[in-house]
């Protein structure tokens, strides 16, 4: 059931009263808003949540589980941490702090209060099952922005599938799947491509969570910018492409800039592109603003001679505060 988005929250001072108080109401109208069965959300997102910019409280839960991951762009005082573990003892939770930048990028968040998780754990999303592991670094195993993405990929699925007995959607750049994952249990068939095999083994795992069988998908260890000329060669095409690229990434000393070879990229993937198909191109790259983005997929489809209907997608509700995503979806004419 949608609610009412709560309005605006003044900046919290981190005494324990304002701090209990702004996140009471926010657990409240979270569970408002929220698709049915989703249990991973962000509850306080950046300033116009009483926040700092860059800061946010993000939820994981299950039955037995209530993780909270406070993050923060710069480290917060001894003060601000005391209240904050008070808040969350109030609320039964696990406490984690994670301090963003590019010098922690290779930090698990810090356990501050509760319980504390020593195990991969289960939250939902529309349903879907998704592994979390507090220990595995600095990313927990979903990214909670592309949300309604994921949703759109499923209902992008299930439309096509009316006019065609078998879709095949590649996920690029994957991560741990979350898109692959809402794919095939909307009717796909699924590629997972990604550089990391500890990512394709927890890829595999969050497709098991789901009861899909992993034999009837495909897992890919590899990188992008080398398979998907590949599959242009040999003729491999897909319905879907999702491309959600790191900013940098390096490869056997080859280097993916998104400012330098977003472009490429996308005529890369407008290659494997069956008719009618769709591209998902996302970014979290700041120097770009959605305008700007949106003029690189439109080059694209140019120099590809491909018409298409080019459409922004928006954060989720629960972000509020945020414009870092940049996501649009390049629909083949
Ligand atoms: C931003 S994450 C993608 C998030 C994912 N799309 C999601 O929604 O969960 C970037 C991923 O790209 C992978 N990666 C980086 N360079 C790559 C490359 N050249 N080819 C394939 N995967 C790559 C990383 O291992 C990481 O899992």
Redesign the pocket.
């Known amino acids: 059931m949608k609610g009412k988005f709560p309005s605006k929250i003044k900046s919290i001072s981190f005494d324990f009263k304002q701090l209990n108080s702004a996140i009471t109401q926010q657990l409240q109208a979270r569970a408002n808003f929220l698709p049915s069965n989703t249990t991973a959300y962000r509850l306080l997102d950046g300033p116009s949540e009483g926040l700092d910019r860059g800061s946010c409280l993000e939820v994981y839960n299950n039955t037995q589980t209530n993780a909270w991951l406070w993050q923060t762009s710069e480290a917060p005082t001894s003060l601000e941490i005391k209240q904050f573990i008070k808040v969350a003892n109030q609320h039964k939770a696990s406490l984690y702090l994670k301090t963003l930048g590019a010098k922690n990028l290779s930090k698990s968040p810090q356990h501050l209060s509760g319980v504390e998780i020593t195990k991969p754990f289960l939250v939902k999303e529309s349903g879907r099952s998704y592994w979390i592991d507090f220990a595995s670094g600095y990313s927990q195993g979903?990214?909670l922005d592309?949300r309604d993405n994921r949703n759109q990929v499923a209902t992008l699925v299930a439309e096509r599938l009316k006019s065609k007995e078998e879709v095949k959607i590649l996920n690029?750049?994957?991560?741990?799947a979350?898109?692959s994952v809402s794919a095939a249990l909307a009717g796909a068939t699924t590629t997972t491509?990604?550089?990391?095999n500890t990512?394709i083994e927890w890829s595999k795992r969050n497709f098991e969570a789901n009861n899909i069988n992993i034999n009837e998908h495909y897992f890919l260890k590899?990188?992008?910018?080398e398979w998907l000329p590949k599959f242009a060669k040999k003729e491999r095409l897909f319905d879907g492409i999702?491309l959600?690229?790191?900013s940098f990434?390096r490869?056997k000393g080859k280097v993916?800039k998104v400012q330098d070879h977003y472009s490429t990229l996308i005529e890369q993937a407008l290659l494997c592109l069956a008719p009618q198909g769709w591209v998902m191109c996302s970014t979290n790259y700041l120097g770009f603003n959605l305008q700007q983005f949106e003029s690189i997929a439109k080059k694209a489809c140019n120099s590809q001679g491909i018409r298409a209907d080019i459409t922004a997608a928006k954060l989720p509700e629960d972000f509020p505060s945020s414009n870092h995503l940049k996501v649009v979806f390049i629909q083949a004419l």
């Not at 690029?172 to 741990?176: C, L, S, V």
């Not at 590899?222 to 910018?225: K, N, P, S």
């Open positions: 979903i990214f592309q690029t750049f994957a991560y741990t979350g898109f491509l990604d550089l990391s990512y590899g990188d992008t910018l999702v959600d690229p790191p990434s490869n993916f």
